[in-house]
Every structure is written in C-alpha cells, then in structure tokens.
C-alpha cells in the first residue's frame, strides 16, 4: 500500500484501488454508482489532476473512474523509455474497462488521454457511449509543426538531464495555465510527488517523444485508428476548452470540425483546465450522462 502525505490526502481523500494489466500495476479512483464516467489524464500529471471534478460528480448517479497512466501517478512505473508507447497506454486502459465490466461509459480525455482513450474506445466493443473532449489532440497532425516543449524532448543529453534530473516539466507547469497560481504551492508539490525518484522519472520524457513529428512517427498508426473512431463516433460530445493554452490552445479548430454537433464551452483556462475551470467540465460531463 502507497502512503500518501498529509498534504495530498487533504486534497485527494480517495480511496486506491489498483489493477494489473500488461503493461505494470495501474492504480484508479473508483467512486460512487451508476452510468460510468471514465477520466483520463495525459502528461505528465494523474489522477490527482481530476480531484475537483470527481467531487463534483459525487451524489449523482455516477461511477466515476480515474485512472492513473503506466509511469506516472501511483501505479507502475516502467524505466526504460522504450516501454511507453501509445499502443500500450492504450492496451492498459482498455484491460480496466473491460476487467471492471464498465458499459455506457462517458469518456473525458485531456492531453495524452485523447489519442490513448480514442485508440481503447475504437477496441471496446461499443462500451463507450458518450464523450467529453478538453484540450487535447485527438486527431493525427495535419501539419508536423511540434511545439518548443516537444522539439526540446528530443535534444540529446540535455532533454535526459531535464527530465530525469530535474524531473522537468513538472516545476513549470504553472506557465502552461491561465492563472499561474493554479497550479502552485501543495498542488504543484502533490504533482510532483509522484516522480520524487529519478529512477521513475521516465514516462513524461517517453510521453514528450511520443509527439509526432514526421509521417514515419511510430505513434502514426495508433493516431489514425483513433481519429478514425472519432470521426464515426455517434454518441453525445461536448467540448470543454482552455483557450489561453499554450500548447493546445488552438487545437480546438479542428475538433469542431470533427465533431459539428457538439457543444462548446470556451473558457481562459490553460492546458490543464481541471484546475481552472471544474466546474464547466462537470456540467458537460453531467449534459452528456444525461443524453440519451
């Protein structure tokens, strides 16, 4: 059993529960009863980053699910930069969906759990019903225009000293927001927490590197199965969007196209909007639940 500091547990009073898969341990927050809700984060933060949002869906008629990625959070953490790709990501939510028996499911993805929750959904036999898309890139790139972040994940010598030494990027993740006190203080020490040891440090340099930057990007296939299911997806979808994000900020263009009929919510968050603007990811969460 994982300990957690009194600092933390004061913000995420969640009970752990964890889940073996192919790809190590994955740890979960599993709370309340009903139709489930399955949140995914992306890089390089966890379950810890949907602790406003599960609050707000207590008492309803919800099974609210928050997994943690292989190499981040609490569940295990793989050392070889190898090991991560989106394949696998993939394959580890999809074996929680299916070994927790979820059905009906409104999927909210952010980050890197767009294209890894894309990519499970396109493999659950229909299990996932509804969707709720914030800040993310779920779509392959038109363009392979990386940004600063992504180009600076592939220097050599410098990006490993970054990231494994100075567990980079997780010191700055301020900058990426729309009021830079969110994420600060014990929030921004309880990201961190995590990756206290260098030796674990490995998934967010590999999840950095994951970008694509070239047609032959090994992440292109998976990429293309999950726009592919996003693009014939019939359910329910609302789009939650920080707009002063300086990473994927203008991303929303092109998920409007994709999904004309779905509502958007607008908001001057940044990238981890969670933070800014719990309140309007939960009214899209609940609007979608309620669609039938």
Known sequence: ????????????????????????????????????????????????????????????????????????????????????TLRRHGESLLELVRGLDLKDVVLVVQDWGGPMGAWMAARAEDRVTGLVVMNTALLKPERFRTTAFHRFSHLPVVSDVAFRLFNFPLPVLGRTQGDPASISGDVARAYAWPLRRVVDRA?????????????????????????????????????????????????????????????????????????EVPEEIVAAIRRVADAR
Do not use: C
């Open 203 to 275: 998934a967010p340099l590999a999840l950095a590197r994951m970008v694509p930057n070239s047609p032959e990007h090994p992440t292109m296939a998976e990429l293309t199965e999950g726009e592919a299911w996003a693009r014939s997806f019939p359910g329910a979808v609302e789009l939650v969007w920080g707009v002063k994000d300086p990473i994927l900020g203008r991303a929303l263009r092109r998920h409007r196209e994709v999904f004309p009929r779905a509502r958007v919510t607008e908001t001057a968050a940044g990238h981890f909007l969670q933070e």
């Open 1 to 84: 059993m994982i300990e957690l500091p009194t600092f933390i547990t004061r913000l995420y009073p969640y009970q752990p529960h964890f889940a073996a898969t192919v790809f190590g341990r994955m740890h979960y927050v599993d709370e309340g009863e009903g139709r489930p809700v399955l949140l995914v984060h992306g890089n390089p933060t966890w379950s810890f980053l949907y602790r406003k949002v599960i609050a707000g869906l207590a008492g309803g008629p919800y099974r609210v699910v928050a997994p943690d990625l292989i190499g981040l959070g609490l569940s295990d953490k793989p050392r070889e930069l190898s090991a991560h």
